[in-house]
């Protein structure tokens, strides 16, 4: 019997069977999910496989090569890290087009960067699912005033940019997420694939940064993305977007009052009379899509139609304080004036030397998010994040270590991945010219300026690096009765060559590893790393290879001179001749 024509063939029934799987994927994983889940992969390959600095002996030309998306994007993707670090440093920052993009993009999907792609929101919902849900015992069942914590914390922030500290990098969404990663996952993964001998020593300050992202997983306890509603300061920027949206959340009169959407909503943007707190939706459609009359939909902002009731701002509930606002911004300004006061004292302070490539130290402290980016794209761990000893204002910014290691000749990572520039994305040719500091020689330690023994140590590791910064000075001769230096007596003592030292602290960790670490010989390095005036280069722009070569062309000049005025008889003292 021939089948009619309007009756399905095989091929239509395995069709629309496949249909039907594709909807109920749809259904059981809603794009958001299917979008979160790429976002937190596309975060974990840039942490473990992008900033993972080894594997070639060209660091450089190797970040390169696997930078097939910018390792630092989702920092730059933050517009609290770029717009806070702008205000503080009264400078363009690189990576504020891209803050302005997202914030355009909010205008159409509110706070859409937190629902979608924030890979600590997808984080924190992987934990409330696996455990917040656990202890529903713990949850906050009303709104009060921590609801408008994030508002008054932003406030802070940007009084405390304007007075020219930065805050955001302790609290914005992405440096907490990187730097937590850092602390925590970091070591872990060092020490699995390359040794734990490699993983360097903790201080209070990696602490304080872990107990500050354990923090932000517990409060899960208290509701479903609790710090995103609550406490994230770049959830309260994108939320202003939405002040302009052009589409909204609206619920119709045919509203049965069910109260799944209020049950569904993870950032509560769903009052009691199921209206919309615009400032917190994220147009997830979660709601929508749990509503068994279809009464939710996201139309064009004043679009006719019956609603059951109007939206507002924030809803129900405690309201906006400017009592609370007031504080937040008078708390920290002074906070940041009081920072400010503490670092102007502490300018003149030799003891951090930063990465090669970091702008003036003032600048570089308003620049620097804290993220510790170029401290996990780092090398052999040169750069470490500092601690309280260095006050505040310098906490978990990056220092240059060089007991631990030196900084390698062929590595340009610390800029590279900088998302606010802080430290310069300089080639290789301009690093290698870059001034970090100055090596200087400890003469009562120094193994050869003691008479103790031997040691070329620090001249080797600078000339295999290509620098050639170290000479030697015959010590310690003896002389006969006539005065002659006696054979084979003294010792060859290194001494640093100023204009061709770039501070790399090579030499400093080759003396440390052999002669404290090894051998036993001395309690601290014989030649270490000094940065301050003359013995660094800290410049916002400009190049390092110019400013040698000037500087070689005024000392040949000065040379000259020199030696003009012995000829003509003019009398010099002798260490000018």
Known sequence: MRPRPDSPTPLDRAAGARRGR????RRRIPLRRVVQALSLLVFLYLFFHVCWPYGSEHHADAMRARERIEA??????????????????????????????LIAVCLVIPRGFCSYVCPLGTCIDIVDRAVGRRFERFRVRRRGWWVHLKHYLLAGIGAAALCGVMFSGYLAAMPVLTRGMLYIAGPIELGLRRGWYLVPPMHAGHFVSMGLFALVFALTLLGPRFWCRCVCPTGALLSLAALLRPAERRVKASCSAC??????????????????????????????????????????????GP???PNS??????????????????????????????????????????????????????????????????????LQPAGFEHGLENLWTPRVDADWSGCDVTCTNCGQVCPTGAIRALPLEEKRAARMGLAIVDARACLPYAGREECRLCENECTAAGYRAIEFLRVGVAVDERGAAVPGTGFAAPVV?????????????????????????????AIRIAAGPGREDRMRSGSYRALREAEQAAREKERRAREAAAGSGEYLPDFLK
């Open 307 to 309: 609603l059951g009731a």
């Open 497 to 525: 060559l100023a204009e061709k030292c770039v501070g790399c602290g090579l030499c400093q960790t080759r003396c440390f590893n052999i002669n404290v670490a090894g051998k036993k010989l001395l309690a601290e390095s």
């Open 259 to 304: 109260g799944k959407c209020r049950a569904t909503c993870a950032f509560d943007a769903v009052g009691a009379d199921f209206a919309t707190r615009t400032l917190e939706c994220t147009f997830c459609r979660t709601c929508a899509a749990a509503c068994p009359s279809s009464a939710i939909e996201f139309a064009r902002r004043g679009a006719a």
């Open 22 to 25: 594709i909807a109920h994927l």
């Open 72 to 101: 630092e994007s989702f920092l730059a993707l933050d517009p609290l890290v770029s717009i806070a670090a702008a205000l503080a440093a009264r400078a363009w920052v690189w990576s504020l087009p891209w803050a302005a993009a």
């Open 313 to 382: 701002a924030f809803g129900e509930g405690a309201a906006l304080s400017r009592r609370g606002f007031a504080a937040g911004v008078l708390g920290a300004g002074a906070a940041a004036l009081g920072i400010r006061g503490q670092a102007a004292a502490a300018d003149g302070d030799p003891a951090i030397v930063r990465p090669p490539g970091s702008v003036p130290e003032r600048e570089f402290r308003r620049l620097c998010v804290r993220c510790g980016a170029c401290v996990k794209a780092c090398p052999f761990n040169i």
